[in-house]
């Protein structure tokens, strides 16, 4: 069964630091999503791409939170610098415009802020 | 937009026994219902979901039930098993709108 590959699963980096997550979504999936997840909450959408573009990143913190797709396929999430607050997981997630809504999640990437 | 409301929080039932987790959506718009199971350390997996063109859905052990007028949606679990014990999640989304909102999460515990 085809999965989203996500990396790292754990990191952990200092405040101020530069960390980077990578998603690598089911093969064919048009839409990518990059999600937060704190501790004890829903999963909240941070930035939605169709394809290379962006569609949605209303509740991403542009200041410090980029997102790319460049070829339409993988895609990276970055956090500079990073803060004690930023501490969660990020998940990675995809869907099929032909497969209607239904999404995909991969197994996500713990970050730790220290 | 969407907000999402999910209940209980926790939910602890003997092995056996059925569990149910309620969901309440604001956006009528919304016609897509995803039900997900996340295990510790783990993204979330999706179990079941519905659309609106149905009231009940069900696939072995596992059933959800709609009601489009209240705007209310429910997860049935039947004989539940030890391994049934995680959080689940309910979500909901208009169709080709893919922003979907995400309750609040149920801890089920199943106690052999």
């Known amino acids: 069964e085809a999965e989203v590959a996500q990396s790292p699963r754990y990191k952990i980096t200092e405040k101020s630091q530069a960390v980077a997550f990578w998603c690598d979504p089911i093969s064919g999936h048009a839409t990518l999503y990059w999600y937060r997840q704190i501790l004890g909450q829903g999963p909240e959408l941070l930035v939605q791409f169709q394809d290379e573009s962006v569609v949605d990143d209303s509740q991403l913190p542009k200041d410090r939170f980029s997102a790319e797709r460049l070829k339409g396929v993988d895609s990276t999430l970055k956090i500079q610098p990073a803060e004690l607050g930023d501490s969660a997981m990020y998940l990675c997630a995809s869907s099929s415009d032909r497969g209607g809504n239904t999404i995909y999640f991969g197994e996500g990437s713990w970050l730790t802020v220290v | 937009g969407e907000n999402v409301e999910q209940h209980p929080s926790t939910l602890s039932v003997q092995e056996g026994d059925s569990a149910v987790i309620k969901c309440t959506y604001s956006?009528?718009?919304?016609?897509?219902f995803p039900w997900y199971k996340q295990e510790l350390g783990k993204g979330p997996q999706l179990i079941i979901d519905?659309?609106?063109?149905?009231g009940e859905k069900k696939d072995q052990r596992i059933a959800v039930t709609l009601n489009k007028t209240a705007k209310h949606f429910s997860l049935h679990i039947t004989e539940t098993q030890p391994e049934d014990s995680a959080v689940y999640f309910c979500?909901?989304?208009?169709?080709?709108?893919?922003?979907?909102?995400f309750g609040a999460g149920t801890r089920l515990t199943v106690k052999p």
């Open positions: 519905i659309r609106s063109n149905v």
């Open positions: 956006d009528s718009a919304s016609n897509y």
């Open positions: 979500a909901a989304t208009a169709y080709n709108n893919n922003d979907m909102r």
